[in-house]
């Protein structure tokens, strides 16, 4: 698998979804139950409401 490291702006944060859920289960696997780490859904939403802003 290829990997390209681009800058990004907010127009392109949709090509980041299929990175989304990846990200998320790495989190869940480093910080295990000291911290709580939010559904893929619900933080993929949270991260476009900023990118709004």
Sequence with gaps: MGIDVTTGTTAGIES?????PAML???RRVVGERCPVRGAADSREQCRAR???
């Design 16 to 20: 980041l979804d299929p990175l989304w």
């Design 51 to 53: 990118a709004r802003n």
């Design 25 to 27: 289960e790495h989190h």
